[in-house]
């Protein structure tokens, strides 16, 4: 499968989509990385399936790597963290020109990413995802982040990866709910982007089926989500579309204080939801947010909530850092595989 660039002139990257990667890391480290030192960042559960592996691969090759590990879940991507890992670093003598790899899912990879843009005023690092939702959404395009414990993402900056490494056999020791979380963002670029997309995940009858074109479908999402990016780097216009689902689906999340839902299966909700109220007011075509309920449901995520107090939802709405001065822009779609931005007001969920 040809490699896929991230076009953003000096900062540009590949990104490498390969069954077996893992174990032969160290070929791919080799082509933009001429130092020593190796410092990877990664948790328990990708420890105890890959962290070994990747470290002897790179310690073959004659490099000096660290491991940190660090617990999983979304608790260990705040701001608290940072001190204990930047103390590793330091221990580890490492410098501004040594490299840093993120070996797991979106925590790990917005936490390490924030800790190499950084420390020592930035050190390059490489992203090798392991969960879905991280090889097709988060480790490409630099948004890195922590949390605050006022909310998710509110420190964090702009800072690409020199490379993103993705091994699609790491998916078989991911949990069948985490699949599915990361199945609800590769839905979503089929209906904001890529109608053709939308139809082949539709026809795809089982996991096995998934499984069996999965480097296809990493590609597809990769290749959508690296044409955003270039096109709108900052996030200040078509890059938004990304967020088709996720003002609801945010707000589900928080209502339910991230317990009930993943991120995967809240946006599942919104995008048939907001789809479910576009559709009544005229502003995306009918029959759309069925489409998109028959392919959750295909998928086994959920697309409806129970929610007694739906007040609740618009005050996070209105809270949201999208709604400036009392606009709010959402994320519609004309049909399925076009989307485009509404300005409108928290009213619009009424
Ligand atoms: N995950 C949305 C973005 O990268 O803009």
New binding site residues.
């Given amino acids: 499968m040809e490699d896929l660039v991230v076009d953003l002139g000096e900062r540009s990257y590949p990104i490498i989509i390969k069954k077996g990667l893992i174990d032969e890391i160290n070929l791919e480290i080799e082509k933009i990385y001429k130092g020593k030192k190796i410092f990877i960042l990664t948790d328990k559960n990708v420890d105890c399936h890959y962290g070994n592996r990747v470290k002897m691969c790179l310690i073959n090759a004659g490099y000096e790597v660290k491991i940190m590990v660090l617990e999983p879940g979304e608790e260990t991507k705040a701001f608290t963290t940072l001190p204990s890992i930047y103390n590793e670093l330091l221990d580890f003598k490492l410098t501004r020109s040594d490299l840093i790899i993120t070996l797991g899912g979106g925590v790990i990879g917005d936490l390490g990413g924030f800790v190499a843009s950084t420390f020592l005023r930035g050190v390059d690092f490489v992203q090798m995802p392991t969960s879905l939702l991280a090889q097709v959404?988060?480790s490409v395009?630099g948004?890195v982040a922590v949390d605050l414990e006022s909310g998710k993402n509110l420190v964090g900056s702009f800072y690409h990866p020199k490379m993103v490494l993705i091994d699609p056999n790491v998916l078989e020791t991911l949990s069948e709910r985490f699949f599915k979380d990361g199945m609800a963002e590769v839905i979503k670029y089929g209906c904001i982007k890529d109608k053709g997309f939308f139809n082949f995940l539709k026809n795809l009858k089982s996991k096995t089926e998934v499984m069996n074109n999965i480097e296809k479908i990493i590609y597809k999402c990769c290749f959508i989500k690296k044409c955003v990016v270039e096109n709108d780097e900052k996030?200040t216009g078509e890059?938004m579309l990304?967020n088709f689902g996720h003002t609801l689906g945010h707000a589900i999340e928080t209502y339910y204080n991230f317990k009930k839902f993943t991120h995967g299966e809240a946006v599942a909700i919104g995008m048939y939801e907001i789809s479910k109220i576009a559709e009544n007011k005229g502003l995306t075509e009918k029959g759309a947010s069925e489409n998109i309920k028959k392919i959750l449901m295909q998928y086994s995520l959920p697309y409806e909530a129970e929610i007694e107090d739906g007040s609740l939802i618009l005050d996070t709405i209105a809270l949201d850092k999208k709604n400036i001065d009392n606009v709010l822009k959402v994320v519609l779609l004309k049909n399925i595989g076009e989307s485009y931005l509404e300005k409108t007001n928290v009213k619009f969920f009424n």
Avoid: H, N, P
Wanted: glycine residues 14%.
């Fill in positions: 959404d988060s395009g948004k996030d890059r990304l």
